[in-house]
């Protein structure tokens, strides 16, 4: 996770004034991670820093707070009665809409103790010499007194195909999830509901096979469309084109009447064996948002084996 910049500026343009807490560093164990954080204004709050009477008490300060930028320590047990234990260093920076225009950066760092609004101390320069130089972004940190941050951009591409129920369902259980860039087709704009969640595109077309070749090929696929055909029309763009998962919603005989057909469409069993059916867990059950709970289940399992693949290589 980085600074979800994009989620800002959406709360600064709703609320006006809003303030950003953010775990900025960690002694012991604590309720969430570095760079997690939370917005808060007058009237409510969205992201979360977790850990019960530590978000209540800095949700509290937050609304009253009156200096730009504040650092602090908390003591989970001899301080808030937590179970954790740990320490927790918040930093607490309000925004609006004049302070939010100089944040449009891939990488926002600044000093976050008065002490240290000087000249940027060299274990930082180091830091980000070293992080630019190889390509990578750096993790959410504090280094002496400077508060390093990257910008949070979603990075896997998700396409679900289809607005009816489950598609509604698996929208709102994934457009929370930071890591999703969802694409959202079905065959119409009155097939989508009205209110689209942030990050979200809907793209409406009259055929949706056609959409496929603009899919980038590391993307993931939810075929669940009101029609059988239409989802057979995908799964066939998607084996003729590429993917990096591909998901049908459907029983064993709707997989085996497909599998079939798609093998008279010239695809191969091995190819066909990479679009999995049924999606999620059915032993869940087939309401809508137990679907979609067992198919995000699913991806983020397979995303985690994945990151631990690439850790191996590496």
Known sequence: MGFDLDGLRAAVAAHGQVTRVVIAAIRGSSPREVGAAMLVWQQGQSGTIGGGTLEYEASHAARSQIQDRVLGSHALGPDLGQCCGGVVTLLSEVYDATRLAALDHELIVRPVRAAADGAMPLAVKRLLASARSQGLRPTPQLVDGWMIEPVHHPEVPLWIWGAGHVGRALVDVLSPMPDFSITWVDTGPERFPSDI??????????DPALLVTHAPVNAQHLVLTYSHTLDLGLCHSLLSHDFAFAGLIGSATKWARFR???????????????????????????HPQMIAVGVAAQLLRRDMTEDLRKDHRA
């Open 260 to 286: 079939s057909r798609l093998a008279a469409l010239g695809h191969s069993p091995a190819q066909i064996s990479r679009i999995s059916c049924p999606i999620g867990d059915p032993a869940l059950g087939k």
């Open 197 to 206: 969640p942030q990050g979200v595109t809907p793209v409406p077309a009259a």
